[in-house]
């Protein structure tokens, strides 16, 4: 076998053959890499794809802006409350996985069920009987209402 392999390099044909590969594997490359030319395959990807990435960096940096803000909303005057801070980053990663999906949409019945996943992870923890009131439930689901309907227009505004 490795007397075939030898043989075959070896040969002035297959020099020239693998040379011609590695030639144009390089200039695909430098193309993709300078942003003429993208690559896009089913598991990998190449080339600059700058656009898509601002658009998921603005909306992930929106995201986590809205949701820390509602914990004065949550917490108010109590300045230890660790446990919603906890809280509301798990929600932040529940978001942060949405927009890495890159599947927000803002048909009713994609709200719904994100509403729905929302308020079964806040309520999967031991929280405060105040949380677990109808009013504080329309509340979440309004809030994850307008955090859809923004990551869709800041993909919209950028696209």
């Not at 030898?6 to 040969?11: F, I, Q, Y």
């Not at 040379?19 to 990998?44: C, D």
């Not at 230890?80 to 996985?97: G, N, Q, T």
């Not at 890495?100 to 079964?120: D, L, P, R, S, W």
């Amino acid at each position: 076998m490795w007397e075939a392999i030898g043989s075959v390099l070896t040969n002035e044909n297959a020099i020239a053959v693998l040379a011609f590969i590695m030639a144009a594997v390089l200039v695909v490359a430098f193309f993709a890499k300078i942003g003429l030319i993208n690559v896009r395959t089913k598991s990998v990807r190449i080339g600059k794809d700058e656009k898509e990435r601002a658009i998921i960096r603005r909306q992930i940096e929106w995201a986590h802006v809205y949701i820390m803000s509602l914990e004065s909303k949550l917490i108010g005057n109590k300045k230890d409350d660790y446990f919603a801070k906890y809280i509301l980053e798990r929600v932040y990663d529940e978001v942060v996985k949405w927009v890495t999906f890159n599947h927000v949409a803002t048909t009713g019945m994609y709200v719904e069920i994100k509403q729905e996943e929302v308020c079964a992870l806040v309520y999967s923890f031991n929280i405060n009987d105040e949380y677990k009131t109808q009013e504080f439930k329309k509340r979440m689901c309004n809030w994850t209402r307008e955090v859809i309907e923004r990551l869709v227009q800041i993909r919209e505004l950028y696209q």
